[in-house]
């Protein structure tokens, strides 16, 4: 049954039971009451979107030209970490199925469509010598599909999947993974960048980091521990810095696009209300991590994660910190290396300061545990609860903590295990984005542009096709990869179209009971 609780306080509910195709359904009629207050006016010229991976949807895995990389091989080679099984060798089948997929785009009406290219693709042996004119006109095709369209297509260089030749030599533990992919990045602005405004360079270093390289999790499933992310995320912080200066000095001039970086914040709030360092120690670990270098005045990484790491460095025996040194010339290098902050939010933590004990080390190095409130309500997703005034609050701490610095949401979404009646993404989408927009209209906010995680049910990394995050459902079972319309899709076409954030008063949701 749907849980009312987790819908905007001005709705309620009317209930009707039908049998559709031979299922029991529960339609739940929306009928507001108080109105004014959940109507809210998006600032001119915001722009609205949804996101993809190019592993999460593609499929294609071996064709036309395309080379083998790190998911490829995870996944043929370790099918029991999948949750199904399953890989991304057909996923949605949108090497083949772009066109309608654009379609989908064009019928909701956004004005930017978040898409990654596969390096592998491009450039199968990972270098630069062997371009794959095949790879190159998937994507060239795909972005004047979208143009044609008057959809923006928004770039992302890099969203986890690197060819795994480059595993072979350490990844992103490799400080060589600057050079290879800037080379990657250089071939990809000369034939993509006269058709694109919009490039993100890495996509959440953090998770590349933590789950990637630390825990061992996500491909490729190294388990170094803290040396291993700690060296993992110093890399992709030069790679991002060289990126940017390769763009800005080689082609911004004639191309006159922006380029940024895209970083997952996952907001704190005080499990103690009085315990207000818990929240800032937490951010400068989670996200001040990344962004710090890039978007601070001073730059290099945040005081309290260089202090802390140090000292416990020290007590755990090692000759030095495990955190990895910007020499002075790396830190100017890297400052300022993004022209907006991309940000990918989902959900929140409690957090609370755990007390060190003399001559012991900081908890988790940071000194700050996090939790979750058991009353917040459930995705279909055991890290992603719904806690709405974490969105406000992470995008104020970021505008208050880089100066207010253009944000572009690239991601933002609910996961379920169904359906095409997904009355519960509607709310999600509604409170959160309710939320983005106070942090604009009262703490002065720039945000700019909004994406929808994900436009398709797709390839959920270690999950597999278990949890859905589409406004778009896909058949998987079906060899057409059918696409599917859900009820978010028409809720957010119809937010578009307005302009307005509202539930209006004939809309329908429903759930599968």
């Known amino acids: 049954m749907t849980d009312n609780t987790q819908l905007p306080s001005s709705v309620v509910f009317a209930m009707a039971s039908y049998s559709f195709l031979g299922v029991a359904v529960s339609l739940i009629f929306v009928v507001t009451h108080g109105f004014a207050h959940?109507?809210?006016?998006?600032?001119?010229?915001?722009?609205?979107?949804?996101?993809?991976?190019?592993?999460?949807?593609?499929?294609?895995?071996?064709?036309?030209?395309?080379?083998?990389?790190?998911?490829d091989r995870w996944t043929h080679e370790h099918p029991d970490l999948i949750l199904d099984g399953s890989n991304g060798d057909v996923a949605c089948d949108s090497y083949h199925k772009y066109k309608e997929d654009v379609q989908l785009l064009k019928s909701m009406g956004v004005d930017f469509y978040r898409f990654s290219l596969s390096w592998s693709r491009i450039l199968p042996t990972?270098?630069?010598?062997?371009?794959?004119?095949?790879?190159?006109?998937?994507?060239?095709?795909?972005?004047?599909?979208?143009?044609?369209?008057?959809?923006?297509?928004?770039?992302?260089?890099?969203?986890w999947d690197h060819p795994v030749v480059f595993e072979s030599m350490g990844g992103w533990t490799n400080d060589m993974m600057v050079d290879w992919i800037s080379d990657y990045a250089r071939v990809v602005f000369k034939e993509l960048g006269p058709s694109v405004k919009y490039f993100m360079t890495i996509n959440e270093p953090a998770v590349i980091c933590n789950d990637a390289y630390s825990s061992g999790t996500k491909a490729p499933g190294k388990k170094l521990g803290y040396p291993g992310k700690y060296l993992c995320m110093h890399n992709i912080i030069k790679a991002n810095a060289k990126i940017y200066h390769i763009y800005d000095t080689e082609f911004r001039e004639q191309q006159k696009g922006q380029i940024g970086i895209v970083i997952s914040c996952t907001n704190g709030l005080p499990k103690n209300p009085f315990d207000t360092e818990a929240v800032d120690i937490y951010y400068q670990f989670a996200c001040g991590w990344v962004a710090h270098p890039i978007f601070s005045k001073t730059g290099d990484y945040p005081a309290v994660m260089k202090s802390r790491i140090a000292e416990n460095s020290k007590l755990d025996g090692f000759p030095r910190s495990i955190l990895p040194e910007f020499s002075p010339e790396w830190v100017e290098y890297i400052?300022?290396?993004?022209?907006?902050?991309?940000?990918?939010?989902?959900?929140?933590?409690?957090?609370?300061?755990?007390?060190?004990?003399?001559?012991?080390?900081?908890?988790?190095y940071s000194g700050v545990k996090t939790s979750i409130d058991p009353s917040w309500p459930k995705s279909a997703s055991d890290w992603l609860r719904v806690v709405p005034?974490?969105?406000?609050?992470?995008?104020?701490?970021?505008?208050?903590?880089?100066?207010?610095?253009?944000?572009?949401?690239?991601?933002?979404?609910f996961s379920d295990r169904c359906c095409i009646f997904d009355n519960l993404r509607i709310s999600y989408l509604h409170s959160y984005m309710k939320e983005m927009l106070t942090a604009i209209q009262e703490d002065g906010c720039k945000v700019e542009g909004y994406a929808v995680w994900s436009l398709l049910d797709n390839f959920e990394w270690s999950r597999g096709y278990t949890e859905r995050f589409g406004v778009v459902s896909v058949n998987f079972t079906d060899p057409n990869r059918t696409r599917t319309p859900k009820?978010?899709?028409?809720?957010?076409?119809?937010?578009?179209?307005?302009?307005?954030?509202?539930?209006?008063?004939?809309?329908?949701?429903?759930n599968i009971v």
């Open 38 to 71: 959940d109507t809210l006016s998006f600032p001119k010229n915001f722009l609205f979107g949804t996101a993809s991976s190019s592993y999460q949807i593609e499929g294609g895995w071996n064709e036309s030209g395309k080379g083998e990389n790190i998911w």
């Open 126 to 159: 990972g270098y630069a010598n062997v371009v794959n004119q095949e790879g190159l006109d998937y994507y060239k095709n795909l972005t004047k599909e979208l143009l044609d369209n008057g959809i923006e297509p928004f770039v992302t260089l890099y969203h």
């Open 335 to 364: 400052k300022g290396t993004s022209d907006f902050f991309g940000l990918n939010h989902y959900t929140s933590n409690l957090v609370e300061t755990v007390p060190r004990e003399p001559g012991q080390g900081w908890y988790d």
């Open 389 to 413: 005034i974490g969105f406000r609050d992470i995008i104020k701490k970021i505008s208050i903590e880089y100066d207010y610095p253009t944000i572009f949401i690239t991601e933002n979404g």
């Open 487 to 510: 009820w978010s899709m028409n809720w957010y076409k119809n937010v578009i179209a307005t302009g307005k954030l509202s539930l209006d008063a004939h809309q329908i949701t429903a």
